[in-house]
């Protein structure tokens, strides 16, 4: 079987959720008998090793890191030099994109997507361009022979905004890549770690509701005796600055705009809980993560969540504040209810293995052909 994976994706993202997700199929895809994946990267400064990783029995088209920073630009340029270089590949058995649209150029059999969230229609107002967005992936679910959903709950988003018939939808859940402590790890993260703290991981968009963490942290009363880590999302803006300081929390907020992988496994050991507050999700790694290293989660309770965790999180409703504040103690304090969600959750984790996903999608691709 000839799999194609295009550039979009790593065209415009180093990093991150998405990229992680094609970069575990290709790496699981290219020592699985009789199948061929092969990636159009082209110009990348991806931090996934994609052309190591595609071997032995793919093969990956990269001619370097990008040429300019903008990642708009490079993908412009990567689209343009593809697709002409595509004509001579010949027809593909499946063609799996990684963002929003499919190349016009590429031939093949059956054409796959993947639907993770649906964030631009839930939340124009962060995205200036959302009504492109939009257009371009009612355009690409048309045209899509079969949507990949990456949880229950994305699948009835998708159906809500798109309508695509349930046939042409499968539910494949991701996979949690393996975390390990280090010395590397101890080390960085003893720069930081002072005193027993609650960690937040990711951006901080408004529909991930760092606000409502920090106005829930204030009114607790934690600040006493921990700190909250805030690791990723970048430094922090203006408006989160002056809401620190008018919460009082300039003492005990401790920011890591960008964290290795060691330091960040590091931090969900020892961290006393990870709070995810967000408003919305398609699937939700983080809680997932810090299950993994034997860490209690304290979750914001919305559909993808509550199907993706299940009992081995603690819940709180996101659009009450008392009961954030009350969930938050209640989870920080309880030390029967925590032993017993670390260990539901060094159970369900096992569920969630990058094998499974890719085996799953290849039994996908395969109902296609």
Partial sequence: ????????????????????????????????????????????????????????????????????????????INELLLNAYVLTRGQYDIYHNTLYRFMPAVRAHRFVATHHDCIQERFPHLFPDHGRIIRTKRRMFRQADLVLCVSEASRVDLQEFYDVEPERTRVVYNGVSPMHR???????????????????????ASYKNFDGLLRSFARSGLLETYDLVVIGGGSFSES????????????????????????????????????????????????LEAMMMATPVLVASSPATREVCQDAAFFFDPFDEADFVDKLIHALHDTA?????????????????????????????RSLL
């Fill in 1 to 76: 079987m000839r799999i194609v994976f295009d550039h979009q994706a790593f065209s415009l993202q180093n990093t991150g959720g998405i990229t992680r997700y094609f970069f575990e199929l290709i790496k699981h895809f290219s020592i699985a008998e009789n199948i061929s994946p092969e990636v159009l990267l082209g110009f990348s400064s991806t931090i996934w090793p994609i052309k190591e990783s595609s071997k032995p029995n793919g093969q990956a088209l990269h001619w370097g890191p990008r040429l300019i920073s903008s990642g708009m630009i490079t993908y412009v």
């Fill in 182 to 204: 280090s010395d590397q790890g101890r080390i960085e993260m003893k720069k930081f770690a002072r005193r027993p703290f609650i960690l937040y991981v990711g951006i901080r």
């Fill in 240 to 287: 989160e600055r002056k809401q620190i300081q008018e919460l009082g929390l300039q003492s005990c907020i401790i920011s890591i705009p960008t964290a290795s992988a060691e330091l960040l496994a590091e931090a969900y050991a020892i961290t006393s809980l990870l709070v995810y507050p967000s408003l919305y999700e398609g699937f939700g790694l983080p809680p």
């Fill in 337 to 365: 209810a925590r032993r017993d969600k670390i260990k539901q959750g060094s159970e369900l984790i096992q569920r969630y293995r990058w094998t499974k996903t890719a085996d799953q999608v290849l039994s996908a691709y």
